[in-house]
C-alpha cells in the first residue's frame, strides 16, 4: 500500500483512537493470500485492555466501510496494542514505561540494561543493577545519545509492592 494510502488511513483513524483517549500508534496494510490484513496498532496511558479493542474494532470497521478506504477487495482488520517489547521511539512510550526494565543502544556504542526510574523533556533516569551482590546505580542518559530503546520482558519480576518485604522474598 502507498504511503498516500496510509495517511489517509491515518487520517480516518486517527480521530477515532483519540476520541477514546489513545495514540494510534502504526498503521500497516500487508498481504496474506487472496487477502489484506489491515493493522491498527494503539496505545494509551495505563494500556490498552481487549475490550478497548473491540469497541475501537467496531468502530474502525465502520469508519472503513462508510469511506470505501480499503475498496473493494477483502480485508482482515486487526486492532492491537504494541508488543511487550516494543521500540520506544516516543517521549510517551518512555513515560508510559516508567518502573520497566529497559534495553537501551547508545549512540556512542554499547548497550545497558536499566530500569527506568524517570523521564524529563532531556532524557532518562535509569537504576543500573549492580553486579556480583553490588546495589543498583543511578544513571541519566539524554535522549540524544540513546540511538535505541526497547522494553525488556521480565518473567520473574516481583510486584512492586513486595519490593520492599523482606518475607516476600524466595530463599
Same mark, same amino acid.
Given at each position: 500500500? &502507498?504511503? @498516500?494510502?496510509?495517511? !489517509?488511513? $491515518?487520517? +480516518?483513524?486517527?480521530?477515532?483512537? #483519540?476520541?477514546? *483517549?489513545?495514540? %494510534? /500508534?502504526?498503521? &500497516?496494510? @500487508?498481504?496474506?493470500? !487472496?487477502? $489484506?490484513? +489491515?493493522?491498527?496498532?494503539?496505545? #494509551?496511558?495505563? *494500556?490498552?485492555? %481487549? /475490550? ?11 469508519? +472503513? ?107
Amino acid at each position: 500500500m &502507498s504511503t @498516500t494510502q496510509i495517511d !489517509r488511513l $491515518r487520517e +480516518l483513524l486517527e480521530p477515532l483512537a #483519540a476520541g477514546r *483517549g489513545m495514540d %494510534l /500508534e502504526d498503521v &500497516s496494510v @500487508t498481504p496474506a493470500g !487472496r487477502r $489484506r490484513v +489491515l493493522r491498527v496498532v494503539v496505545d #494509551a496511558d495505563g *494500556g490498552v485492555g %481487549l /475490550e478497548a479493542c473491540a469497541e475501537l474494532s467496531r468502530s474502525v470497521s465502520a469508519a +472503513l466501510d462508510q469511506a470505501d478506504a480499503m475498496g473493494g477487495a477483502p480485508y482482515t482488520l486487526e486492532v492491537t496494542s504494541p508488543g511487550a517489547e516494543r521500540a520506544l521511539t516516543e517521549h510517551r512510550h518512555y513515560r508510559r514505561s516508567v518502573g520497566r526494565l529497559l534495553r537501551l543502544r547508545l549512540r556512542e556504542g554499547g548497550e545497558l540494561t536499566a530500569r527506568l526510574t524517570g523521564v524529563d523533556d532531556k532524557g532518562l533516569d535509569l537504576s543500573v543493577p549492580g553486579e556480583k551482590g553490588r546495589g543498583p546505580t543511578a544513571r541519566r542518559v539524554a535522549f540524544e545519545d540513546v540511538a535505541a530503546a526497547r522494553v525488556e520482558v521480565e518473567f520473574s519480576r516481583r510486584p512492586a509492592a513486595d519490593a520492599g518485604d523482606e518475607s516476600a522474598k524466595e530463599a
